[in-house]
């Protein structure tokens, strides 16, 4: 099998796994969170050996996703106790909020079931909490640390809702927008409590504002007709533009 066979298949799972990095990157760079992206990023690619180790048709391929599994996992290893030496053991303590998460998301991918919503949404949550692990290794207090995860979170999961109502209503099937309305309120909401207290930067309220104009818009009464693709590309644009945004408002 070629390497390109071990990497994950679905484009969505890509930003959801690298915007929360690139977020704690962008936003509290450190040596730390340098070596926790890296061993992130080994993580994410260990998924899908994961699965050809269980699945393959043959003994050899079976055996080739474990050896691929077994790197990959050894890289995410290293890149843990690096950022454990690096920025402090303790401060690792974010990673426990993602351990239940991850667990439950890689069991329902092992059984072939990634696809339904509570395990995509555990997986963006896995995710999407670490950004305070980026923080808590750049000195953060605990507030402000989750609440720069929450932001991540209410980029992600909102996302996932609203690209799946989409892509459903696309296929002609019947798909209620309400759980995506009522996500994305939600977390508009959050931010905004958030940002009084003063643990947001104020622009990240009109990110959240327009993270849930897009869901109206795409989701509404009137509803915009666009490709899968389309959509695809959008998603991963506004993302970037989410994730700069927001780094440019930490900054000031």
Do not use: N
Not at 151 to 162: I, Q
């Amino acid at each position: 099998m070629s390497v390109w066979s071990y990497l994950p298949k679905e484009h969505g799972s890509w930003s959801l796994a690298l915007e929360p990095i690139m977020l704690g990157l962008l936003v509290v760079p450190s040596r730390g969170g340098a070596a926790l992206a890296f061993g992130a990023c080994a993580a994410y690619l260990a998924r899908r050996p994961a699965r050809l180790a269980l699945t393959a048709p043959d003994l050899p391929s079976r055996r080739a996703a474990a050896t691929v599994l077994i790197s990959a996992c050894g890289l995410a290893a290293a890149g843990l106790l690096a950022a454990a030496r690096v920025g402090g053991g303790r401060d690792l303590w974010p990673l426990l909020l993602c351990l239940p998460f991850g667990v439950y998301f890689t069991a329902c991918d092992m059984r072939g079931k990634a696809r339904e919503i509570t395990a995509e949404l555990a997986g963006a949550a896995t995710f999407s909490l670490l950004p305070a692990t980026f923080a808590t290794l750049a000195d953060w207090a605990a507030a402000p640390a989750l609440s720069l995860a929450a932001l991540m979170m209410v980029r992600s999961l909102p996302a996932v809702l609203l690209v799946r109502t989409y892509l459903r209503r696309a296929k002609g099937q019947i798909a209620s927008a309400a759980l995506s309305l009522l996500v994305a309120l939600a977390g508009t909401g959050l931010v905004s409590v958030l940002a009084g207290a003063s643990l947001v930067p104020d622009p990240a309220l009109w990110l959240a504002l327009l993270l849930l104009g897009r869901t109206c818009a795409l989701l509404g009464f009137r509803r915009l007709v666009i490709g899968a693709r389309i959509l695809g590309w959008s998603e991963a644009v506004l993302g970037a533009v989410y994730l700069i945004a927001l780094a440019v408002a930490y900054r000031l």
